[in-house]
């Protein structure tokens, strides 16, 4: 009877092993975590794409160090653009230049004619107006040629033995007269020195700075279709060299119009002061030969 018993406790505790056994929840041990969040590998940054142009702004940008300024651009210009450049630069300069000279020169001969001016409206006889026109101080100013060609001419008929306050009255007036238009005719030419000058750069200034603009933009087209792309970053140099012709064009051209201008009114305004001034010369001269003097 006990040993029935002992066999059936043996039996129990065999089934109940059994069961554990066969019972995957209670057969596996309990793992500790596995921290995947932490070991996993990081992503792989997401590669720049074939044509991006902060890619390109990095390869190519180096040849303008890092910005495009007017320098930068001059540089990198082909050689026909760059010539183009250099010579509105220089026409440009040479533009200013004139303007300071024909500036002074203007001043000086406006200073020079008021005090020969002032000087021969004090004169009483034809001999004074020669003595006065033919003084050093007023030497090479236009109005004094003319007062000195004038009065030359009287004394001149003169010393022919014509009677020039008599019968050959008139025509020792149109001999004067004749003689103060000859200086007069060269006037104009005297005062309009560098006019062509600023005339021709203020004409064909814009011009030459579009063939520059054209050959530039030539230049980056057939580079674009060599490097087969028309990303901005690639082509935007090239074409901002080019149009960087067509500004110096400008900037030449415009003010070298603007000096034209003005200059022609300078020279037109004291073309009519000599003008006036010929008709007084004239005048003197004729009052004193009725006079006699």
């Known amino acids: 009877m006990l040993n029935s018993k002992k066999t059936n406790i043996l039996l129990a505790m065999a ?9 995957p ?3 596996q041990a309990p793992a500790e975590p596995t ?3 932490s070991t996993a590998a990081p992503a792989a940054a997401p590669a720049t794409p074939e044509g991006d142009p902060a890619t390109i702004a990095e390869t190519t940008g180096g040849a303008h160090g890092g910005g495009i300024t007017p320098i930068s651009m001059f540089m990198e210009a082909t050689v026909v653009v760059k010539v183009v450049m250099a010579g509105l630069l220089l026409a440009s300069i040479l533009s200013w230049t004139l303007l300071l000279i024909k500036l002074f020169e203007f001043g000086a001969l406006n200073r020079k004619t008021d005090t020969f001016l002032e000087n021969f409206r004090g004169a009483r006889t034809i001999a004074d107006m020669r003595a006065v026109s033919t003084q050093e101080e007023f030497d090479g100013n236009p109005l004094a040629d003319m007062a000195a060609a004038a009065t030359e001419e009287i004394e001149l008929s003169r010393q022919s033995g014509l009677s020039v306050t008599g019968d050959h009255l008139d025509s020792a007036l149109g001999r004067a007269q004749a003689a103060v238009a000859a200086v007069q005719s060269g006037l104009a030419k005297r005062l309009s020195g560098g006019q062509q000058f600023l005339a021709s750069v203020g004409s064909i200034g814009p011009f030459v700075g579009l ?9 980056s087209f057939i580079g674009i279709a060599e490097s087969n792309t028309t990303n901005l970053a690639v082509v935007a140099p090239g074409i901002a060299e080019a149009l960087l012709a067509t500004g110096i064009g400008l900037f030449a051209a415009i003010p070298a119009v603007v ?13 009519t002061r000599a003008d006036g001034f010929a ?12 006079k006699g003097a």
Do not use: C, H, K, W
């Open 25 to 27: 929840v209670l057969a």
């Open 35 to 37: 921290p995947a969040a």
């Open 259 to 271: 000096f034209y201008n003005y200059f022609n009114t300078r020279i037109a305004g004291y073309g």
């Open 279 to 290: 008709a007084e010369l004239l005048n003197g001269i004729s009052r004193q030969l009725d």
């Open 15 to 23: 089934g109940a092993a059994a069961l554990m056994a066969s019972s």
């Open 211 to 219: 063939f520059g603009t054209v050959y530039g933009i030539m230049n």
